[in-house]
């Protein structure tokens, strides 16, 4: 695949996945296309060799796996990890109230975005609701409304002349986008607004009642190519959806290759950004629960696993030109120069010197350069799957991602040509016959 087609799939990827379900739900139909066949945790597994599966976990967390078709139980597994959620503004149980004529939503921080960044922006809404029908069964459906519906409006600086100089957001005072402007007569609630989205959407099911639901603010602003010469991509969710693309796609891709039989596993956990112990997070029990379907008896279990290794993909920091004191002067990730390996002294990050050369030979392999992260010593870094995946699974493990500017931001940047080679390093991993090994 040539990059720029890669990078339009990419970019509809992230238009069509403005939460961590409708990423899954984009990923499952993708796989689904191309041969996988879902499993349901609820019933028997019947896995043959050579065969291709994926399963959901609560809408927001997904693993596709493919069996080599000889020695499953002797090669160990090619697997790769990355996670479905963003930092956003997750939409209140009770959201819906009036305020000087404005119909606003309250709403709660998810994980830790940028909060300056989702002022004066064309939101929408999306996420899942759960209904009932009205035959009295309880129904999950998506829902997107896929153009602005919501802004919050800065405060003009008349009324805050030292808005410049630094400006501590009252999450619970300022984060309240208006949805609407109504008179005393009005009878808007978020219920009947989402009911009449529900009708758009999904006219063939018969609900009776909204029960709950799981709603975000997302930007509406679609990704796009940035630069004279189209040298950067920004968007939100870069963080991670880029990875979790990376992987999707390089788990399709390789099942052309004909020569390439070797056992492939991907991991998309949900929940990374607010800490990952949760069912469908890292720390939850879906991907040991998994592993012990496909090997139930635990020697052989321990035996394959031991001979496994585990790409943990997610954004890294890139150098930022204006605030080149944040870096650590000796490891300047830039963008467009390969794809990024994370290292940590405390193992924030679970790159060792053992898995960091392993993936630097397939990257070299795949002819894409690669570049190195530190944190500065006098500030801490962040972590992500790959700890928690590695001390439970107990396979070595590396930590790389694609360079970032503006992580955590409503609208991310990264390098055009870094998704592709990242994409590429990854085939090569999923397909080498044999992984590098180490002596002594």
């Given at each position: 695949?040539?990059?720029?087609?890669?990078?339009?799939?990419?970019?509809?990827?992230?238009?069509?996945?403005?939460?961590?379900?409708?990423?899954?739900?984009?990923?499952?139909?993708?796989?689904?296309?191309?041969?996988?066949?879902?499993?349901?945790?609820?019933?028997?597994?019947?896995?043959?060799?050579?065969?291709?599966?994926?399963?959901?976990?609560?809408?927001?967390?997904?693993?596709?796996?493919?069996?080599a078709?000889?020695?499953?139980?002797?090669?160990?597994?090619?697997?790769?990890?990355?996670?479905?959620?963003?930092?956003?503004?997750?939409?209140?149980?009770?959201?819906g109230?009036?305020?000087?004529?404005?119909?606003?939503l309250?709403?709660?921080?998810?994980?830790?975005?940028?909060?300056t960044?989702?002022?004066?922006r064309?939101?929408?809404i999306?996420?899942?609701?759960?209904?009932?029908?009205?035959?009295?069964?309880?129904?999950?459906?998506?829902?997107?409304?896929?153009?602005?519906?919501?802004?919050?409006?800065?405060?003009?600086?008349?009324?805050?002349?030292?808005?410049?100089?630094?400006?501590?957001i009252?999450?619970?005072?300022?984060?309240?986008?208006?949805?609407?402007?109504?008179?005393e007569?009005?009878?808007?609630?978020?219920?009947?607004?989402?009911?009449?989205?529900?009708?758009?959407e999904?006219?063939?099911?018969?609900?009776?009642?909204?029960?709950?639901?799981?709603?975000?603010?997302?930007?509406?602003?679609?990704?796009?190519?940035?630069?004279?010469g189209n040298?950067?991509?920004?968007?939100?969710?870069?963080?991670?959806?880029?990875?979790?693309?990376?992987?999707?796609?390089?788990?399709?891709?390789?099942?052309?290759?004909?020569?390439?039989?070797?056992?492939?596993?991907?991991?998309?956990?949900?929940?990374?950004?607010?800490?990952?112990?949760t069912?469908?997070?890292a720390?939850?029990?879906?991907?040991?629960?998994?592993?012990?379907?496909?090997?139930?008896?635990?020697?052989?279990?321990?035996?394959?696993?031991?001979?496994?290794?585990?790409?943990?993909?997610?954004?890294?920091?890139?150098?930022?030109?204006?605030?080149?004191?944040?870096s650590?002067?000796?490891?300047?990730?830039l963008?467009?120069?390969?794809?990024?390996?994370?290292?940590?002294?405390?193992?924030?990050?679970?790159?060792?010197?053992?898995?960091?050369?392993?993936?630097?030979?397939?990257?070299?392999?795949?002819?894409?350069?690669?570049?190195?992260?530190?944190?500065?010593?006098?500030?801490?870094?962040?972590?992500?799957?790959?700890?928690?995946?590695?001390?439970?699974?107990?396979?070595?493990?590396?930590?790389?991602?694609?360079?970032?500017?503006?992580?955590?931001?409503?609208?991310?940047?990264?390098?055009?040509?870094?998704?592709?080679?990242?994409?590429?390093?990854?085939?090569?991993?999923?397909?080498r016959?044999?992984?590098?090994?180490?002596?002594?």
């Amino acid at each position: 695949m040539q990059e720029d087609r890669f990078n339009q799939d990419f970019f509809q990827f992230l238009q069509t996945s403005p939460t961590p379900f409708h990423a899954v739900s984009f990923m499952a139909a993708k796989l689904r296309d191309a041969g996988f066949q879902q499993l349901f945790e609820t019933d028997a597994w019947h896995l043959a060799p050579g065969n291709s599966y994926f399963i959901i976990r609560d809408n927001g967390a997904l693993a596709a796996f493919t069996l080599a078709s000889t020695n499953v139980q002797d090669q160990g597994f090619r697997i790769m990890g990355s996670h479905t959620d963003s930092p956003a503004l997750q939409i209140k149980p009770l959201a819906g109230k009036t305020s000087h004529s404005f119909f606003q939503l309250g709403v709660e921080v998810y994980g830790g975005p940028l909060l300056t960044t989702w002022f004066d922006r064309e939101l929408s809404i999306a996420g899942r609701v759960v209904c009932t029908t009205t035959e009295g069964a309880l129904l999950t459906l998506l829902i997107d409304f896929k153009r602005p519906v919501a802004t919050i409006p800065s405060l003009a600086i008349h009324f805050d002349r030292e808005a410049n100089k630094g400006h501590a957001i009252d999450k619970q005072k300022e984060l309240v986008p208006i949805l609407s402007q109504i008179t005393e007569d009005d009878s808007l609630n978020l219920s009947s607004i989402l009911a009449e989205q529900i009708k758009k959407e999904h006219s063939d099911k018969q609900v009776e009642a909204i029960i709950s639901f799981d709603l975000f603010c997302y930007d509406c602003q679609p990704p796009s190519y940035l630069g004279i010469g189209n040298e950067f991509i920004t968007a939100s969710r870069l963080d991670n959806l880029l990875s979790c693309f990376v992987g999707f796609s390089a788990m399709i891709e390789t099942l052309k290759d004909t020569k390439a039989d070797t056992n492939r596993l991907l991991i998309c956990n949900n929940h990374e950004e607010i800490g990952s112990l949760t069912a469908a997070g890292a720390k939850g029990s879906f991907l040991h629960s998994m592993l012990g379907r496909i090997m139930p008896d635990p020697v052989t279990r321990d035996r394959t696993l031991r001979g496994s290794f585990f790409i943990s993909m997610d954004n890294a920091h890139g150098i930022h030109p204006n605030f080149s004191d944040k870096s650590d002067p000796e490891h300047t990730p830039l963008l467009n120069h390969g794809p990024v390996i994370k290292s940590n002294a405390n193992q924030s990050y679970a790159t060792t010197s053992i898995s960091g050369a392993i993936y630097k030979i397939i990257a070299a392999e795949a002819g894409v350069a690669t570049q190195d992260f530190v944190m500065r010593s006098d500030m801490a870094c962040g972590s992500t799957i790959g700890p928690h995946t590695s001390a439970l699974l107990g396979i070595p493990t590396v930590d790389i991602g694609a360079p970032t500017l503006a992580m955590h931001s409503i609208r991310e940047m990264t390098g055009s040509h870094d998704p592709f080679l990242l994409c590429r390093t990854i085939n090569r991993f999923l397909t080498r016959e044999r992984l590098p090994q180490t002596e002594g």
